[in-house]
């Protein structure tokens, strides 16, 4: 049975799953069901935040990985979808670069740290390395996807109002044509990239991450889940904005 | 050969998928006079689209020529400026759903070396033209089908083309919007005076509008079995003599 729910009473029913959530936590550790040196309680996790953001550190955490996860959003996004769309209109390439796709593919962000440190040291440009490795192929994918599902109708209407030069074709019909997987693979994105922030950061370039490990080598619990929901929070955050420029860009879709 | 009243023409063009071994028409010759309202009828799957795409010069011909404005063989770009020598109206109209119905109209405009205000002056007039001037910032989705067919003939003669190029244009709609916009679709011809090149397998159809009907049939490879041009008596379906020109029209498909 498929019931369509007002957008008020889900935002509420949300909310209360939550509130369930986070209030049956709180009690299974008050009650002594979870070790409360393993777990940290909810109502704990305020102090704890308190503390961070008293010592700075919080601000400092989130102000250095927003810095890898935006350059490395930008860079990896970029790349990907500018490769996937050429890729995608280009037999040619596409058969060249088949061989290193398959290749490349299956090796995780986290596999590229050692390089990362290699090449660029405990800095920035190492963090955001890994981040725009891991955001690439989602990009790479969704552009590809998208372009070589383009109605090759569109193509013969280009030609026949002038506009079958390559150029042309990428600008009036590829490009808008794909926008909806482009944009899909940009959003699959943005929560990646959240996920490799802490892969790129593991190894010690401060940010979020950084101060994560440190904590847990601490066994600082309450300050590891301070930082796994400002991370969520984040993610919220760019997700939402990200659907404002969707809106706008998709305007022209039911 | 330059003639200034021909528009376009194939001299002993073919055109094969696979390099000749199979032709899907062979031997088509034909002159476009400028003005002429031009059918060409045949029994679905025969070539017709494929004839129109070469006249349009999406597809290049296996064999002979095509001549462009003046027909001189092989000259078939003469671009004046704001203009294209030919355009092309698509049996499903062929909208950018990404594009209000006034950018859609101007897709051919671009790359012209036009101005935005004028592109849209261009544009609105052309909509006008197939009496849409209200639905300029709609999106396609939002037309029938009737009205998407509109703008897609309006875009091609907003960049006032010396051929329009019809593919079935009126193929997939329903009797009541088809009739309709055949009446409108003559009208608009007889406003403007283009050269107009009607591919359809509705013999009706084909005599109510054109003044010229070339039948192509035959198959593998298809040819043009016979030219007719209507009388006036001839396109009125009210009459004896549009029934019998329609029995003549049938046996040559048949043939």
Sequence with gaps: ?254 | MTDATCVASLEQAGFSHDGGAHFVFRHVSLTLTRGEFVAVLGPSGVGKSTLLRVLMGLVQPTEGQVGGVACAAGAVASQAPGRRSRAMVFQDARLLPWRSVLRNVEFGLEGLGLNRAERDRRAREALRLVGLEQEGGRWPRRLSGGQRQRVGVARALTVDPDLLLMDEPFGALDAITRTGLQDELRRIWQQTGKTVLFVTHDIEEALRLATRIIVLAGGSPAHIVGEIEPTEAQRNPETQDFAQCAAQLRALIAH
């Design chain 1, 1 to 254: 049975m498929k019931e369509r729910l007002s957008s008020r009473l889900r935002l509420g029913l949300g909310i209360f799953g939550l509130a369930v959530f986070f209030g049956s936590w709180q009690a299974a550790v008050r009650l002594g069901w979870l070790p409360g040196n393993m777990v940290p309680a909810p109502l704990d996790l305020g102090p704890a935040w308190l503390a961070e953001v008293r010592g700075g550190f919080w601000q400092q955490a989130i102000q250095d990985s927003l810095g890898h996860y935006c350059l490395g959003l930008l860079i990896g996004s970029t790349l990907g979808t500018g490769v996937g769309l050429l890729c995608g209109m280009n037999r040619i390439l596409d058969s060249l670069l088949e061989g290193v796709v398959r290749l490349l593919r299956p090796v995780p962000g986290l596999a590229w740290v050692p390089f990362a440190i290699l090449w660029f040291g405990l800095s920035t440009a190492g963090a955001t390395f890994v981040i725009a490795i891991s955001v690439f192929w989602i990009n790479f994918y969704a552009a590809y996807g998208a372009v070589r599902g383009v109605d090759p109708e569109f193509f013969e209407l280009a030609a026949a109002f002038g506009h079958g030069g390559f150029m042309a074709r990428l600008l009036k019909v590829v490009l808008p044509a794909s926008m909806p997987g482009i944009l899909a693979g940009l959003r699959t994105g943005l929560g990646q990239g959240w996920m490799s922030v802490v892969a790129a950061e593991l190894f010690g370039v401060p940010g979020i991450g950084a101060r994560m490990m440190q904590a847990s080598s601490l066994l600082a619990t309450d300050v590891v889940v301070v930082y796994m929901l400002t991370m969520a929070l984040l993610y919220a955050i760019t997700d939402f904005l990200f659907g404002f420029v969707r809106g706008y860009l998709l305007k022209w879709q039911p």
